[in-house]
């Protein structure tokens, strides 16, 4: 069974610190990866995605992937209170997406 | 933008009952999904469809069907509503195969069975 394991939370941080939030995968044949950001009551939004390991920067977000570890991370600097979202890791191979179960993050204003 | 809409935001059916979901896309994407999203759970796959006419199982299509008879609709069906189907329903489409692909998702339907 293809797993893809996050710490549920609650992440509670301070505005204006960096949040780190972090996935592990077990299929080393996944190739892309993927973080979306969740608002209660609503359907799930593209944050970005990462294929090669490394960093990946958008703004306030940055993707780390290391496909060695089978681990991916997003790390959100600069947190505000709007960010307080469930973050859902995702990881592709083929046609199927496997998600995890989220982190819920708290920006504490 | 591409927008995916689904017919119902809520949803309350009575157990043994036949349940039909919509989902539309507006942007010609070729794959479209459904999943459903419970508490502890994520989003778990029910079915996917690459094509007209296509569908594959995904990792829990028992007491669920699928439907897809034009490019941009994809109907979820379920053919005897039973309490444990009780959840959140996403539909979502892709525009392609690429594994750098983004799922785009409809607004969401809660489905409550009693």
């Known amino acids: 069974q293809k797993e893809v394991e996050q710490n549920s939370g609650p992440l509670s941080v301070p505005e204006g610190a960096i949040a780190s939030l972090n996935c592990t995968y077990s299929d080393r044949g996944s190739q892309s990866f993927f973080w979306y950001r969740q608002y209660s009551g609503k359907s799930p939004e593209l944050i970005m995605f990462?294929?090669?390991?490394g960093d990946k920067e958008d703004g306030r977000f940055t993707a780390q992937l290391n496909k060695a570890s089978q681990y991916v991370s997003l790390l959100i600097r600069d947190s505000q209170p709007s960010d307080s979202a469930t973050y859902l890791c995702?990881?592709?191979?083929?046609?199927?997406?496997?998600f995890g179960a989220g982190t819920r993050l708290f920006v504490k204003a | 933008d591409v927008k995916v809409t689904q017919s119902s935001r809520y949803l309350v059916k009575r157990t043994g009952e036949k349940v039909f979901l919509e989902c539309v896309q507006d942007m010609d994407h070729e794959n479209m999904f459904w999943y459903r999203q419970d508490p502890g759970l994520g989003l778990r796959l029910i079915y996917f469809?690459?094509?007209?006419?296509?569908?594959e199982k995904g990792d829990i299509p028992e007491g669920y069907s699928v439907s897809r008879e034009k490019k941009e609709r994809f109907s979820l069906i379920l053919e005897s509503a039973s309490t444990n189907q009780t959840s959140m329903y996403l539909c979502?489409?892709?525009?392609?195969?690429?594994?750098?692909?983004?799922?785009?998702f409809g607004p969401g339907t809660r489905l409550t069975v009693l």
């Open positions: 995702a990881v592709t191979g083929g046609f199927k997406t496997i």
């Open positions: 979502a489409s892709t525009l392609g195969t690429g594994e750098t692909d983004t799922q785009y």
């Open positions: 990462i294929y090669s390991n």
């Open positions: 469809s690459y094509d007209v006419k296509m569908k």
